[in-house]
């Protein structure tokens, strides 16, 4: 799988500003790995992706000890550091945070928004469309995780925000993963804009429902289709 795939597509840090180096090199090692670039066991070496992402190996050594932390990577010492076996489990697990807590955020929403933020929602739906339909996914990857930071926001929850930021990196790799195939583009847009009527609808119970099943589903989709690369 490796060999098709160019290693520039992950690593090239296109650094920005507001992101720490640590925070990159954690963003697309992980990126990495939610994709299958890194399957569990391979050996992440300092060297080499600090050479990828051009920058020192201090941010690498930095980023493994949070991915290490997170159940990504496994250091060994005096061998090295390698993706973990459980890698996976992991990807899962966080997958079925977010749901549950994105799913509370649909609830909030359908219980909070005011017509004009409904229509702002609407209006992304409608991009979407637009985008699903030009077949662009790299601008529906951006205008998917707007969606889905829309009715986060208008949930109007601070603690909640803040736990969802703390997996906002990871969320970003999976779902540039899942808009990879074209059958998640066709069905996250359709769960997508089902979601956007149940908070229309004022039906808490309805739109929690609807999210918690798009994110499990796509999480289902995506695991299986890795083991099988």
Sequence with gaps: MKK??????????????????????????KEAIVSGYFMPGDHLKERELSQLMGISTTPIKEAFRILGNEGFVQTIPRKGTYVSEYANTSIEEI????????????????????????????????TMKELKEDEDAE?????NTAFHEMIVHFAENAMIKNM?????????????????????????????S???????????????????QHILRTTEFILSHQKEQ
């Design 4 to 29: 098709q795939m160019d290693a520039a597509d992950f690593f090239s840090s296109g650094v920005e500003s507001v992101k720490s180096l640590r925070e990159i090199a954690v963003e697309k090692i």
């Design 95 to 126: 997958l079925l945070l977010r749901a549950s807590i994105e799913g509370l955020c649909c609830r909030l929403a359908a219980m909070k928004m005011n017509d004009s933020e409904l229509a702002l929602l609407e209006d992304q739906i409608d």
């Design 194 to 212: 089902a979601i956007l009527q149940a908070i229309k609808s004022r039906d808490g119970d309805l739109a929690e429902t609807l999210m918690k």
């Design 164 to 192: 969802l930021n703390n997996v906002k990196a990871f969320d970003h790799a999976f779902r540039k993963r899942a808009l990879s195939y074209h059958k998640e583009i066709i069905e996250g847009y359709e769960e997508h």
């Design 139 to 143: 601008a529906l990857v951006r205008h």
